[in-house]
């Protein structure tokens, strides 16, 4: 994107109109702005969008490089061009997969016998086939990853709950803080315990350490070395590291370096969905993101769900100045999306260089938040409402529910067209008099109170309605918002598939980790060096 059209961006976002009037004067505005896809409806109506707007904006996407990399990404190029690797997670969900070869390799077949795999695994767990070490079936399964080998897994199991169907009950450890550890061990059985430590590179810390621990637990507990390699798993690139650790080669399921680890959920990390909900529903969740790979792939821009999506989301970042994003699922169940969308999103297009090093002369990602519906309404929409930041918001409802207490989803569903209502249209300050005046109140407290009531309105929001929340329309709605964020990494020309930024942490906590030991002669800021010698004085 160039700099000019920053500067059409910025000019085009001051003239932004009143949503209210917008409203009133065009009775067709809703049906103008609203798109299906695979079953999902967007209504993206109460957006600051014109048609003066909207058709610069659908220009963005005709001049970006949406187009190209789509098809680059299809074709298997290494459009991740600083790791040299392809981006297919999109295969991953493709049902016939018969010929697919990349590098002259044979994707197809790998990822055929990986689903059996998978598949065969599951059954045996399901069927309490998979007997422990002291011949007892399996009952818990210790699911150790972190961030894109936990976030989509975790995320999944939860939104598809009504599901689930496992007799073997699933944990899941991700943090290095030994209490997540810790508590689970507390109340398992290594004999029945089986673990699958889920490592792309199989060399981050937080998962190493995690399995080490509970590696530990079954040798404490009388557990030999056979007996380990029985009871330990693992999904990995790195066999040979996974090896090393004492985990068999029949019991390393494949991970691939042409799939990142946020986009990961449709290969053998999604393992423990598969677990929980079966492997026929497993793959409705497949079939469900491989629809709207379709939509994506083929429907024109002025349709195009993600591309839609994706447009109004740098309207705002760059035509508007906002910062962030919340994301308001209208579903309990959903509740840990907007974790898994931050990742997505924030890991992806967090960068301040094009794809070829040069620096940015915009800004990129949105900060991602939110939380599920209605809690929230109680909490942080006080600064939705009346605050002067602006923050588009995404409202999510699935429209049917397998619970049976259908009044109270009527109820959710009338606060959440209720908070993109009174988003847009919010209350003028003679609405708030009228509304004192009503209650009761004099003049004079009227006008004092009135005020405080004023609710600017304008604030954009998307509506996004899902026929239910099944793992068909969840693995589209999962996919939809990766082609989003495909489509502004395009848009703002980054490479959208590594994440160099989290590497220096990483490497800092080395040597800070040795001074914790209290074996370090290693110099560090006075601050630093002050938060080291205050733990260590702790400890003692
Ligand atoms: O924190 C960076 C990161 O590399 C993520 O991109 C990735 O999902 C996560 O760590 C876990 O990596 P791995 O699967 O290699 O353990």
Known sequence: MSGSFIDQLSSLGKQSGNLREAFKQDANRAARYRTTACDITLDYAKNLIDDTSWQALQQLAADSKISSLRQQMQQGAAINNTEQRAVWHTRLRQQDVTGLMLNGEDIGQQITEC??????LVDTLHQQQYLGYQGNAITDLIWV????????????VEALTPYHCSPVKLHFAGNIDGAVVSDILAGLNPATTLVVVASKSFGTEETKQNALAIRQWFTE?????????????????????????????????????????????WS????????????????????????MDQHFFNAPFAENMPVIMALLGVWYINGHNCQAQALLPYSHYLRLLPSYVQQLDMESNGKSVDS???TLSYATAPVIWGDAGTNGQHAYHQLLHQSALAVPADFILPLKVKHPLKDQHRRLAAHCFAQTQALMQGKTLQEATAECLAQGMSEQQAQALAPHKVSPGNKPSNTLLLPELSPYYLGALIALYEHKVFCQGAIWQLNSFDQWGVE?????????????????????????TALIQQFLAAQS
């Open 145 to 156: 990853g972190i961030g894109g080998s936990l976030l989509g897994p975790q995320m999944a």
């Open 356 to 358: 070829n090093g040069k």
């Open 115 to 120: 689903r059996a795999r998978m598949a065969a």
């Open 504 to 528: 220096l942490g990483k490497q800092l906590s080395g040597p800070i980790y040795q001074a914790l030991t209290g074996n370090s002669s290693h110099s560090f800021d006075s601050s630093t």
């Open 268 to 291: 053998a990390i999604g393992l423990p969905i598969a677990l929980m909900i079966g492997n026929q529903q497993f793959n409705q969740l497949l079939a469900g993101a491989e629809a």
């Open 221 to 265: 507990h009388g557990a030999d070395k056979k007996a380990i390699a029985h009871h330990f798993w693992a999904t990995s690139s790195n066999i040979s590291a996974a090896a090393e650790f004492g985990i068999e080669q029949k019991n390393i399921l494949p991970m691939w370096d042409w799939v990142g680890g946020r986009y990961s959920l």
